[in-house]
Each structure stands twice: as structure tokens, then as C-alpha cells.
């Protein structure tokens, strides 16, 4: 085992990896920009680095002065968190090529699954359901049209580079294929600098039913069933919940052993999440994300098991600590994301945080680094805290998140909590019935 790790991260996810490290008994080593100076990461590491300025590009995104960090502490490894390096093939080589550990899986299934349309083929050859469309990327706008006539509309044009919903365009008649795939292709060269599209068919009415799966990068994986993470606004998840209120354990157990033999097969190290649409009982693959995701903690909450802890136990070539046969699903749990936003129109609200009171109590986690007289800089990332709750069954959850939103105190900036006040007294949100466009419509008549 790792006698330190350094964490590459900030904010709520870096204080989660500090915790199962102190735990393990692993010294931990923070780096910080100097408008992280105070932040909580900061103070609840054994040491501290600070790596550069407050742009994340010259500082949590900056290779060489993570590596120096590494090298001036002896930190062994590096937990990358999710967002900033997370995800980039060419850090993991680096640091590899420093011989530091990269907690988390290869360069190679990074890059994989960083580039979609590889993504979609290597899943489709191992047994995945994928959602209709073009085979690879589409040449030019009468190959597209083409593929689109045989589909049949609506489609979408995506980016094979593409990450955040951008470089997305939704074409709904033959009418509006060319400026869709205009914008598709532009809005990716911009982003990503490369303007390959591949083409969709666009679907309706479905939920975002995720699978976390886990493996030992020598062909041992297990599933740890999905969450459902419909509710989003802008492409951006607000609440996760897991189990999916809409999946049956027949349902749960088939997808799952579909998705951890897939990477069994590809020999996949640590964390993963094979994101799929779900619509009239299908499932349908769009993307594997290749780290921990912000919304982990409701699979934890059911599953009675700590993900970081193994991310770290399989890095430095242990085994994982359980197996399928082992794992087994307990309640319900929901994880509601407060953001440092202003409603109705979401604007960034940093700032000093005049009292901070966490919720608590049975049932409860609040997963945050917030203090009193904290100062929330401008420069990152909104999302100051995930409240998550569990409960024996759905209901159970529903009536402890309404609770502890009660009794969680943040004052001094604008926060998304109102949001789930109000979201809780929804008929929709109580009997989980819900899409992927379902928050998009509310927020236009509620807010
Ligand atoms: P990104 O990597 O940019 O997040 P995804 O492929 O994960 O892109 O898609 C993001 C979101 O876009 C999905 O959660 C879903 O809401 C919507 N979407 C993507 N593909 C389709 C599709 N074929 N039909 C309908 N909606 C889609």
C-alpha cells in the first residue's frame, strides 16, 4: 500500500479522498491554487502545496507543477477527483512516465472512451445495446442526409469529441438537418478542435439510467447496480437517485452483468460508469465515463461500500474488496446537488458564507467543504455540497432528504436549496416519475 497519496483536486471531492485515505492510514498531500489558501482540503491534509495561480489552467490543470508537487512530498500516487485532470489520457502518461501511480484506469481506455465514436464500437463489439445511428463519423452533409432519411427523424448530430452537451445538435425534420449540422460541427471545432460529428436517432422521452461498474484491471469486474439521473437542467444532473425507481431487479441484474462483463473483457482498472438512455424498456449506450462521478455517494449510501477506498486498494494492485455475489443492495438513497447559483437564472453566487450548518442525524451525509467565514472563490466549479440521505425504501429518503434540507444553514450567498424545496412537492418527484426533459419544462412555468 501507498504510504501517501497526493490529491489533484478541490472542494468536496478532495475532502472525500482525504477521508478514505486517513482511513487506510495513507499520509495525504493537498495542492491548492493561492485562492485555495484557506479552503478545507487545505487544512485537512497532512501537507500542502500550492501549485499556482487562481486560472485552473496554470494550476489544477498544470501538469508539471502537480508532478514537482508529487516529487517534492514523495506522494507515490495521485487521486485526480473527477473534472480537471480526471479524464486525460496525456496526464496519466505523464505521470506514469514519472513512475507515479494514476488512481484510476489506463491512458489507454481513457483515451478509448474520451473519443465517442471509439467508445460506441469497442461497446458495441462487447455486447452493449447502443442507440441507433451512423457506423463512425459521418463525412459530409449528403451522407448525412442520407442516414437520417433511413433513420427516420428526429436525429441528433454529436461530437465525437464532445463532453458536456456541447458540440450536440438535435435535428427534428429534414428542414433542420443542415444548420444542425453547421452548429454540430462548428460548436465542436471550437470546443474541442475537431469537428467530427456522428449522427443519433434522437430519442423522445427517455430517463438517464447510469451503471457503475468496478474493476481489477486483470478481468475481475463487478456492477453495483444504476443510478437515475434524469433529473438535469442543461445537461447538467441537479438529483440522482439509486436505485432507479423505474428499473426492476430482473432488469438490474441483465444490464449490469452485461455492462460488467464488458469491462472484464477490456480488462478495465477501477471506477467506471456506463451512462445509457432508457426508454419503453431498452437501454441504450452513449458513453463510459472513466472516473469516480460527483455521484457516487448514493451507490455507496445502498451498497454499504466505500469506492475510493478500492479505487486506491486496486491502484496499488490489490484485490477488490468484494464481489458480485457479495454485493447486495439495501433502501434508497438521493443525493441533491447545492450550488453556489442564484434562482431563478442559475448565475454564479460566490462569496463569504456568514454560517454554515450541516444537516444530520440517521441516514444522513453531507459531503461538502464549506466552514463558517469561508470565502467561495469565483474561478471554479458552483457546486459547494452533495446532501445525500438514505432510507429503508424510496419514500423513507424522500421524507429524510425533506428533513435535513430543513436543517442544513448556508447564509451568506445564493444557493440551489430552494430548488429541492420546491421540487420535493412535486407529485412527479414523489412517485419518480420523470424524463430527461421533465426539469427543463418545470423550471420554465415554476421559476
Ligand atoms: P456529453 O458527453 O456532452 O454529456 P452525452 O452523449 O452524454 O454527451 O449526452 C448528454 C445528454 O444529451 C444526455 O444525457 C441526453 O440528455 C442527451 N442525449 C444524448 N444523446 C441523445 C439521443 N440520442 N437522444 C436523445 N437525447 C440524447
Known sequence: MFDKILIANRGEIALRVIRAAREMGIGTVAVHSTADADAMHVRMADESVCIGPPAAGKSYLSFPNI??????????????????????????????????????????????????????????????????????????????????????????????????GRGMKLARTADDLESAWQTARSEAKAAFGNDEVYIEKYLGTPRHIEIQVFGDGKGRAVHLGERDCSLQRRHQKVLEEAPGPSISAEQRAEIGKTCADAVAEMKYSGAGTIEFLYENGEFFFIEMNTRLQVEHPVTEAIFGIDLVREQIRVAAGLPMEFDQDTLALNGHAIEVRLNAEKLPKFN??????????????????????????????????????????????????LARLERALGELIIDGVDTTVPLFHALLQEPAIQSGDYTIHWLEHWLETNL
Open 67 to 164: 508532478i514537482s508537487a508529487c516529487e517534492v512530498t514523495g506522494a507515490q500516487a495521485i487521486h485526480p477527483g473527477y473534472g480537471f485532470l480526471s479524464e486525460n489520457a496525456n496526464f496519466v502518461q505523464i505521470v506514469e512516465d514519472h513512475e507515479i501511480t494514476f488512481i484510476g484506469p489506463s491512458a489507454e481506455h481513457i483515451r478509448m472512451m474520451g473519443d465517442k465514436i471509439t467508445a460506441k464500437e469497442t461497446m458495441k463489439k462487447l455486447g452493449v445495446p447502443c442507440v441507433p445511428g451512423s457506423e463512425g463519423g459521418v463525412p459530409d452533409l449528403e451522407t448525412a442526409r442520407a442516414l437520417a432519411g433511413d433513420m427516420g427523424f428526429p436525429v441528433i448530430i454529436k461530437a465525437t469529441a464532445g463532453g458536456g
Open 348 to 397: 454564479p453566487s460566490p462569496g463569504r458564507i456568514s454560517q454554515y450548518h450541516a444537516p444530520g442525524g440517521l441516514g444522513v451525509r453531507m459531503d461538502s467543504a464549506l466552514y463558517d467565514g469561508y470565502t467561495i472563490p469565483p474561478y471554479y466549479d458552483s457546486l459547494i455540497g452533495k446532501l445525500i440521505v438514505h432510507g429503508r425504501d424510496r419514500p423513507e429518503a
